[in-house]
């Protein structure tokens, strides 16, 4: 991968990353599609049903679907954006308001011309259904600033 351009600075991709993520919990298509490339990825763990994610398309009516259907909301917790290369790693929260549970995980983003091209999902820990928050074990969220409720 190249060095990013100089319009691609690492405050570029965090505000590209936040918009995203913005997009996601307002459930909007356009604004969802605007943060991809056409061609972009969205790979998960085992487990989720049709993955991975091909194509902008896919991924924002996904994500449009997860707000519809289980009240999602995503907090970001941490961003760390390279400052050479076009990627970043972020923690999160997503949050299923109509069950009353929350997922934390980590991905690994690619960028290509300014947008999203790949996004690689880790959770914390397998979804555990008889959990009200899937969160690494014995972790101090509170402790560390994370959210502890949806925003």
Not at 15 to 40: G, K
């Amino acid at each position: 991968m190249s060095a990013p351009t100089p319009h691609h600075t690492p405050d570029y991709y965090d505000a590209l990353i936040r918009r995203y993520f913005a997009a996601c919990n307002a459930a909007s298509h356009e604004a969802l599609v605007d943060c991809f490339t056409p061609d972009a990825v969205h790979y998960f763990p085992p487990g989720l049903p049709g993955v991975p994610w091909r194509s902008a398309d896919t991924i924002a009516r996904q994500w449009i679907w997860c707000v519809q259907t289980l009240g999602s909301q995503w907090t970001i917790e941490r961003i760390i954006v390279s400052h050479d290369k076009p990627e970043a790693v972020i923690e999160w929260t997503h949050w299923k308001n109509k069950s009353g549970t929350a997922l934390r995980g980590a991905e690994w983003y690619d960028f290509r011309d300014g947008r999203i091209s790949e996004i690689r999902a880790y959770y914390a820990s397998p979804a555990d259904r008889s959990v009200a928050i899937n969160e690494l074990a014995d972790f101090d969220y509170a402790g560390r600033g994370y959210h502890l409720a949806s925003a």
